[in-house]
């Protein structure tokens, strides 16, 4: 007979050791930084020429999440947004802008405040705000300066990811001024060469940095060309290389002190132009109307950075220069008469039509494969004409053009039902809540512009009658 013996554990509480309380104590005290909401991605090259912008680093953080950056965008950037729109509905909205006007929020305003606030806030970071163009052009309006897509160098993506580098959109690829890689000496690339798409400024789905936002396939290439490209000459390059050097020039100026105002650019310009005759010379030396230089002095128009930026490198000198007064050689410009550089404005060589390239987009258009375009846009998408289609082409670019005729009535009417859906949401949410849905408060509540649209005011009598509200106004 066996007997089964029970073991007991006693256990006793022992008191901390004083160094142990004393350590634990010290860790209580210390300023421990609060946890951020969302990762502290750090930007790429903030100290270099290559800095990230602001759209760039958005792709980046919602990638890193796992996210469609547009999908990111809209939980967690859009509710802490002010705008009242952000809210209603944030998903379609985040959409539309994402599409057509993310791009400013590269440059200077208050959408590119608000949003890289909001991030600093979220990343816990504080230096998103520098990741826009005013710390590169200061307080120039951003019209005219940013591109309106992405560009981008197939060899830096192909070396970034070689090197095991995070990819990513230096701010100076979105400056319009900008238009060659200085380091591989290649024109920045502003098509997919696979779907000739163009890039989203906030990508729509997930993927990898570095992938055409259309088609998903590599933008990258390798550097087994000649580091020069047809079209590409020294003056070019020239050019290219002085653009950059000036553009770091101006932004180590603004980090390391307060953002300069390009009004001291004009005032000093004023009093480099005022012996007499000197406008009608530097009209004649630079190729700018006079009358265009005496409006940039008087401060009624504000010409763009790439025109400053051609005024000074024929002059030359650099616009730091004028706005710290340094004018000797502007004056000695005006003077001798003579430009330091010559510049003429580069057009892209004509290239010929390819004939199998373009019945292959139309035939994919009329398969169905690809998005109904008009003539213009698919001439525009191939780099041709839209006259050498229709004489190439004439049976197609008919059914192609039928097609699209057709494609926009259905958006059309698309758009039509949208706008109904989110105005019949807002009386009956306005309804619920036992406030009058009058068109002022629509106004309010929607997006700006929604009540503006076709179909709007006609959606917001059909749901009044549909709470019994005819009457009402």
């Known amino acids: 007979m066996s007997k089964?013996?029970?073991?007991?554990?006693?256990?006793?509480?022992?008191?901390?050791?004083?160094?142990?309380?004393?350590w634990q104590s010290r860790f209580q005290e210390l300023d421990v930084p609060p946890r951020s909401r969302l990762y502290g991605l750090e930007p790429r090259s903030m100290e270099t020429v290559w800095g990230e912008s602001l759209t760039s680093y958005i792709n980046r953080l919602g990638w890193r999440h796992g996210v469609s950056p547009r999908a990111f965008a809209a939980q967690e950037i859009g509710p802490l947004l002010d705008a009242e729109w952000w809210r209603y509905p944030s998903s379609y909205l985040m959409g539309v802008f994402c599409a057509s006007h993310a791009m400013s929020l590269n440059g200077l305003g208050n959408l590119a405040t608000s949003w890289s606030t909001v991030l600093e806030r979220l990343t816990e970071r504080t230096d998103i705000h520098l990741l826009t163009a005013p710390w590169w052009i200061g307080d120039l309006p951003i019209a005219r300066n940013l591109r309106s897509s992405p560009a981008w160098c197939p060899v830096c993506y192909s070396e970034w990811r070689e090197q095991g580098l995070p990819i990513y959109q230096p701010l100076l690829w979105m400056l319009q001024v900008v238009t060659t890689c200085p380091n591989h000496k290649r024109r920045l690339v502003e098509r997919c060469p696979y779907c000739q798409g163009k890039q989203?400024?906030?990508?729509?789905?997930?993927?990898?940095?570095?992938?055409?936002?259309?088609?998903?396939?590599?933008?990258?290439?390798?550097?087994?060309?000649?580091?020069?490209?047809?079209?590409?000459?020294?003056?070019?390059?020239?050019?290219?290389?002085?653009?950059?050097?000036?553009?770091?020039?101006?932004r180590v100026i603004h980090l390391s002190s307060n953002m300069m105002r390009w009004e001291a650019f004009f005032a000093n310009l004023a009093v480099g132009m005022e012996r007499q005759g000197s406008c009608s010379r530097l009209a004649q030396l630079t190729g700018i109307n006079k009358e265009t230089l005496r409006v940039w002095v008087k401060?009624?128009?504000i010409p763009s950075i790439e025109m400053m930026l051609k005024f000074c490198y024929v002059c030359g000198t650099t616009p730091l220069q004028i706005m710290e007064g340094q004018l000797s050689s502007l004056e000695k410009a005006i003077?001798?008469?003579?430009?330091?550089?010559?510049?003429?404005?580069?057009?892209s060589p004509r290239q010929r039509i390819d004939r199998e390239r373009?019945?292959?987009?139309?035939?994919?258009?009329?398969?169905?494969?690809?998005?109904?375009?008009?003539?213009?846009?698919?001439?525009k998408r191939l780099g041709c004409r839209a006259r050498a289609l229709?004489?190439?082409?004439?049976?197609?670019?008919?059914?192609?053009?039928?097609?699209?005729?057709?494609?926009?009535?259905?958006?059309?009417e698309l758009r039509l039902k949208q706008v109904y859906d989110h105005v019949r949401q807002a009386v009956m949410t306005l309804h619920a809540q036992g406030?009058?849905?009058?068109h002022r408060r629509l106004r309010a509540m929607l997006p700006p512009g929604v009540m503006r649209l076709p179909g709007a005011d006609a959606a917001w009598q059909a749901a009044r009658r549909e709470i019994g509200l005819d009457g009402e106004l």
């Open 4 to 22: 089964t013996g029970h073991m007991g554990v006693s256990v006793r509480i022992m008191k901390p050791a004083v160094g142990y309380m004393e």
């Open 200 to 250: 989203a400024v906030i990508a729509s789905h997930k993927a990898y940095p570095g992938e055409c936002t259309k088609c998903a396939l590599w933008l990258g290439s390798e550097a087994n060309k000649p580091l020069t490209e047809p079209g590409l000459d020294d003056e070019m390059m020239g050019w290219q290389q002085w653009v950059v050097h000036t553009l770091e020039e101006l």
């Open 299 to 301: 401060g009624t128009s």
């Open 335 to 347: 003077q001798n008469a003579a430009v330091s550089h010559s510049f003429r404005h580069q057009r």
């Open 358 to 379: 373009c019945l292959k987009l139309l035939q994919a258009i009329l398969d169905g494969r690809e998005e109904p375009l008009s003539i213009r846009q698919l001439a």
């Open 390 to 412: 229709t004489d190439y082409f004439p049976q197609e670019c008919a059914l192609v053009a039928k097609r699209a005729q057709e494609y926009h009535k259905q958006q059309q």
């Open 435 to 438: 406030i009058s849905p009058s």
